[in-house]
């Protein structure tokens, strides 16, 4: 824990935070222990074990690269001196990951050969299989490595991002001569190759590589040996994005992924044994600290364990589930946009199918009364059936306009893809607005009535239009014919077009220019009620609470006596259950089946919660001062009372009392686990056994 003064936020005084990058590496660990967890099937808990190892190499690629570059910008000695302690906090915390890691693959390794299943992943795992099956998937890799020999006139060569490399020192019998080689394993070739073999066996492409050197570097003789895995920053400087014109936008999102190849090393993994000779070479000539480099006793490279974990194996995955689909459009002979006249429309993810987003499209292209549709897109993903929608509703003639956001990080290249094929199709593509992300997510459907007037159809909703993620993320969806929410999606959807800010906004707060302001008007609402002695209370679920105005409020409010339930699975910078401080505050993060992603906060209003006169809100914002201050982010009230019961007695109550996949957090920054002992309430269990009674 440290201290932060900020003198904008919390003026002549100090602000008791934790570190956010060290609050994320505690994240990452808790993702880590899902891996442990026998309660999890067996693949699934390897996944989890894949995805703590992908969110690492994240970390290391955007936020290490920041604190590497800012170490040089510091100051002045004390902030020096707490940036330190902070950096090596975060190397840190890293050893003790892979060190981690490392226990929970030997672990899942030895419970795979109980199911039949063999990974080989070292030395001692090559023994006992067959020699035959190992030849025949050699043979299919060969033609594709790249051997080096390293010496005076065969320099170092490129090394691109999360590249896995093979170091040896090697004894040329013929000239009784010691050398140093590498083989470059390129990025196309899968990391485990499947034998055919008795029983299913993966073997990783470095023992495979490590099993053949000798033909590879035929008359040698292995004196020392290993693999390495290196990355490379993969962060844009913001002012490289900041042009006017769309056509540059474009042009400089191409150059720059293509520079992005380059970037400066972040991280270097090598595996335990090799001699300090070669780790020198490789820190040497990779050009990176020696503190960003590591070591992992058993496998570099967790990530990919994503391939082994498609392994055709049902009992060791979770039961398939079918998300339920909507009556309004499974029913037949329903237009969905008269139904929404009726009535408005909540759904659940990925509870409830993604199918409605996808069909509310759809019925645009077909419904004849339908002139206009806009979509805001962030993380569409590769496949995606929404901009099929799209490109569905321009070909029935409509105007269709889309707002793709070019700086979704890592999904720039499929951002950029798309908004080619969408242009091809005839649909306008606007790429935001200068110097702000669009992360708001919001469709505006354009309907004339029978008598001719026209009436806006809005989607909003807490997660990406991604079919994909919409299986595995919880997030909500919001269908309204509002007029007045309608009118604010036209207002924001005009200005994200001109560049001319929407005023007056009726329901919807926006950011950057409104939600901060609002949340503050609504914590000091609840610090009123408290002082007059009625009841005050917040129930808020985010990603992740790290903003200084935020958190100074919140202890504010919990001083004035309001009762404060977060819900917050990533980065939780605010300190709970500090005497005279926080001491009404209580942070839980929930990590399971589903990644929690929803944005949901909820305001007493003077009434204990849950309750009808609560104030309920959903949103694409966490509480960061990126989502506050540097995106263009919706906080959308939910007024109709069903729906609000549907998120203050359903999901959000759900949440506050599952104890199966909850961590809480303590005043001291540590995250305790639910004890497993007697019965536990799962709050994704609970959803998922309302589905299928549902179902029936």
């Known amino acids: 824990m440290r201290r932060l003064s900020d003198s904008k936020l919390v003026e002549n005084s100090e602000l008791l935070v934790f570190n956010q990058d060290v609050s994320w590496l505690s994240f990452n660990l808790r993702v880590l222990n899902e891996s442990t967890d026998e309660r999890h099937p067996l693949l699934e808990r390897l996944k989890f074990l894949a995805i703590a190892g992908a969110n690492l190499d994240e970390f290391y690629r955007v936020k290490v690269s920041r604190i590497k570059n800012q170490r040089a910008e510091i100051p002045n000695h004390t902030n020096r001196t707490q940036f330190k302690e902070i950096y090596n906090q975060v190397i840190e915390a890293t050893k003790n990951l892979f060190k981690q890691k490392d226990i929970s693959f030997r672990a899942l390794l030895d419970e795979l050969k109980t199911q039949n299943v063999q990974l080989v992943v070292t030395q001692d795992d090559l023994n006992g299989i067959n020699s035959g099956a190992l030849s025949q998937a050699f043979e299919k890799i060969k033609p594709l490595l790249t051997p080096y020999v390293i010496d005076a006139v065969h320099p170092f060569p490129f090394i691109p991002n999360q590249s896995l490399g093979f170091i040896a020192n090697v004894k040329m019998v013929r000239h009784n001569k010691n050398q140093m080689i590498l083989v470059s394993v390129p990025n196309t070739l899968p990391r485990f190759i499947w034998l055919e073999d008795s029983k299913p066996t993966a073997i990783s492409i470095d023992m495979l590589i490590y099993h053949h050197l000798n033909v590879i570097f035929p008359e040698t003789t292995i004196t020392d040996f290993g ?52 780790k020198q070479y490789l820190v040497n000539h990779l050009d990176i600290p020696p503190e960003l480099s590591f070591e992992s ?97 321009a070909q029935a003639g409509k105007t269709v306009i889309a707002l793709i956001e070019l700086k979704a990080r890592f999904d720039e290249e499929v951002n950029l893809k798309w908004a080619k094929v969408m242009e091809s199709a005839g649909i306008q593509v606007f790429y935001g607005v200068q110097g702000f992300k669009t992360h708001a997510k919001m469709t505006l459907i354009l309907r004339q009535d029978k008598q001719g007037a026209v009436r806006p159809y809005v989607h909003i909703g807490t997660g990406n239009y991604n079919q994909n993620t919409a299986r595995i993320y919880t997030d909500i969806s919001y269908f309204t014919s509002n007029c007045e929410i309608g009118q ?3 207002s924001i959807f005009n200005g994200l077009t001109s560049n001319i800010a929407p005023k ?33 209370q917040i129930w808020a679920k985010m990603n992740a609470l790290v903003d200084p105005g935020i958190i100074s409020k919140l202890y504010e409010a919990s001083s004035a006596g309001v009762d404060i339930q977060l819900i917050v699975r990533g980065m939780c910078c605010l300190a709970p259950g500090v005497k005279g401080l926080s ?56 007024q109709d009372p069903k729906l609000k019961s549907t998120l203050l007695n359903r999901i959000m109550l759900s ?42």
């Not at 069909?359 to 339908?370: E, G």
């Not at 220019?513 to 002082?531: H, P, V």
């Not at 909850?662 to 799962?682: A, E, I, N, Q, V």
Request: with cysteine; charged share 25%; hydrophobic share 40%.
């Open 583 to 638: 001491e009404h505050i209580q942070v839980k993060s929930i990590i399971g089946r589903f990644l929690e992603h929803s944005r949901i906060f909820c305001f007493a209003n003077g009434a204990v919660l849950p309750s009808a006169q609560a104030e309920v809100y959903i949103s694409s914002a966490d509480w960061m001062p990126r989502n506050l201050d540097r995106r263009i982010e919706i906080m959308t009230p939910i």
């Open 297 to 393: 006793d058993l496998f570099i490279g967790y990530s990919d364990l994503f391939e082994v974990t498609g392994y055709d194996a049902p009992t060791l995955r979770y039961s398939a589930f079918q998300p339920l689909a909507c009556p309004f459009i499974t029913t037949k002979n329903i237009n969905i946009f008269e139904r929404l006249d009726k009535e408005e429309l909540l759904i659940h993810h990925p509870y409830d199918s993604f199918d409605t987003v996808v069909m509310f499209l759809k019925s645009a292209a077909q419904d004849p009364q339908v002139k206009v549709i806009k979509q805001t897109l962030y993380r569409t993903g590769l496949n995606s059936t929404i901009v099929d929608a799209l490109i569905e509703c």
């Open 227 to 278: 693999s390495f895995r290196y990355l490379r920053a993969a962060d844009i400087p913001a002012q490289d994005t900041e042009v006017e014109d769309d056509a540059v936008l474009k042009e400089q999102f191409e150059k720059m992924l293509n520079q992005r190849r380059f970037g400066e090393g972040v991280q270097l993994i090598l595996s335990a044994g090799l001699p300090k000779k070669i």
């Open 488 to 490: 604010d999606v036209i």
């Open 504 to 536: 007056d906004l009726k329901q919807l707060i926006l950011s950057p220019s409104m939600l901060r302001n609002k949340l503050y008007a609504l914590i000091n609402q609840e610090i009123t009620n408290a002082k007059a002695g009625k009841p005050a």
């Open 655 to 696: 949440n506050i009392k599952d104890t199966a996949n909850s961590w809480t957090l303590g005043s001291d920054g540590r995250y305790t686990h639910s004890k497993l002992d007697g019965k536990k309430f799962s709050a994704h269990n609970f959803f998922l056994e309302t589905l299928m009674e549902k179902s029936k």
